[in-house]
């Protein structure tokens, strides 16, 4: 039941977001996305061919426009976004090596981060602790970590045999949903998956102060 005029409009930007989502021009097909204060940037699909296009969704007004184009055509479900110092960085996403891109939100441009090419086919990322996560596509394990000043690094983590359905960043801890693991946390000081529930169904959490396991029962 709508009680006031503000509950209306908030009613009508959800509608007006809900129809955008599902909307033929809205990138789909494994397109990574980030968010920059109250925008997201979602590279275009490219399929069947790579795109330089970019789609930036407005949460404010509830509208999506199409930003200014990446220098390097990129396969959306192969490349790598992460967001550092406020920065959007695009690793990867081509046949062969490329150049990592930088876009700058202020002045709305896309420049090359650097002179080294790199090559990276990662259907998932998150960006955390000024690091850019990539998941390998083959092995479905965080591959490697980029970093503006030190470039592509080895994370090397186990290889997992279960596929990874999403991956997110959530108060500074990346997040990955499962198919049979359901839902897990990464470790990036021991570089591991750690389960948040165990086979008696408790909440578990590490203390990194204290370096040792607690579990409580979830509320």
């Given at each position: 039941m709508i009680t006031?005029?503000?509950?209306?409009?908030?009613?009508?930007?959800?509608?007006?977001?809900?129809?955008?989502l599902t909307s033929p021009h809205f990138p789909t097909f494994y397109s990574s996305?980030?968010?920059?204060?109250?925008?997201?940037?979602?590279?275009d699909h490219g399929w069947p061919f790579p795109s330089k296009k970019v789609r930036v969704l407005d949460t404010r007004s509830g509208t999506i426009r199409m930003g200014p184009s990446m220098k390097v055509a990129?396969?959306?479900?192969?490349?790598?976004?992460?967001?550092?110092?406020?920065?959007?960085?695009?690793?990867?996403?081509?046949?062969?090596?490329?150049?990592?891109?930088?876009?700058?939100?202020?002045?709305?441009?896309?420049?090359?981060?650097g002179e080294e090419k790199v090559q990276c086919n990662s259907r998932f990322s998150g960006s955390l602790e000024d690091k850019v996560y990539m998941v390998d596509l083959e092995h479905g394990r965080i591959s490697a970590a980029y970093?503006?000043?030190?470039?592509?690094?080895?994370?090397?983590?186990?290889?997992?045999?279960?596929?990874?359905?999403?991956?997110?960043?959530?108060?500074?801890?990346?997040?990955?949903?499962f198919k049979r693991s359901g839902l897990m946390w990464f470790d990036t000081k021991l570089k591991v998956w750690r389960r948040l529930v165990d086979s008696d169904g408790k909440v578990i959490f590490y203390s990194f102060d204290a370096e040792k396991w607690r579990s409580t029962r979830g509320s």
């Open positions: 006031s005029t503000h509950d209306y409009q908030v009613e009508q930007r959800s509608c007006s977001l809900a129809g955008l996305g980030v968010s920059v204060g109250s925008e997201i940037y979602f590279p990129r396969w959306a479900h192969k490349e790598s976004m992460g967001v550092v110092d406020g920065k959007i960085y695009v690793i990867g996403g081509t046949y062969g090596k490329n150049q990592v891109e930088v876009f700058d939100p202020e002045t709305q441009t896309w420049e090359f981060a970093t503006p000043r030190e470039g592509i690094s080895n994370v090397a983590t186990e290889s997992q045999s279960d596929k990874m359905n999403c991956l997110c960043v959530v108060e500074n801890v990346i997040y990955a949903c």
